[in-house]
């Protein structure tokens, strides 16, 4: 998935279900993109099946067609798969490149405890 279409998801996750506008102006301040372009990001989301749309009296209302945890924990399975070979890699990356400090070691090593028996 592209920056853009997460900043999108991002809206609809947010909102529940968002109009070309609502889009337009959340993404104003970031993206500063017209509501012609709103529009065709909105249109190949949803042809892409991210986003499902429906047709309303005042126009198109989109709303995300994927949970935001599910989107999640496919994009860091494939990016962990992709770049450090597993999530094993990309933990031990973490635990000894990272550069973490001693805080957050300790809280990954706690969380890791913690749900270690799942």
């Known amino acids: 998935m592209q ?3 997460w900043e999108i998801l991002g809206v609809l996750w947010d909102r529940e279900e968002a109009t070309a506008r609502d889009v337009t102006d ?3 301040s970031t993206r500063g993109w017209a509501m012609s372009t709103v529009r065709t990001m909105l249109d190949r989301m949803r042809q ?3 986003i499902e749309g429906r047709r ?3 126009g198109w209302v989109y709303t ?10 496919s994009a860091w399975k494939r990016f962990a798969d992709t770049v450090f070979d597993g999530t094993a890699g990309a933990l031990r990356f973490l635990a000894t490149d990272a550069k973490l ?3 957050q070691r300790a809280s990954l090593k706690a969380l890791l405890e913690e749900t ?3």
Do not use: C, F, S, Y
């Open 56 to 58: 309303e009296a005042g």
């Open 101 to 103: 400090t001693k805080r």
């Open 3 to 5: 920056d853009t279409e």
């Open 26 to 28: 959340a993404l104003a």
């Open 48 to 50: 892409k099946g991210l």
């Open 64 to 73: 995300a067609a994927v949970p935001q945890v599910d989107a999640q924990r």
């Open 116 to 118: 270690g028996d799942e």
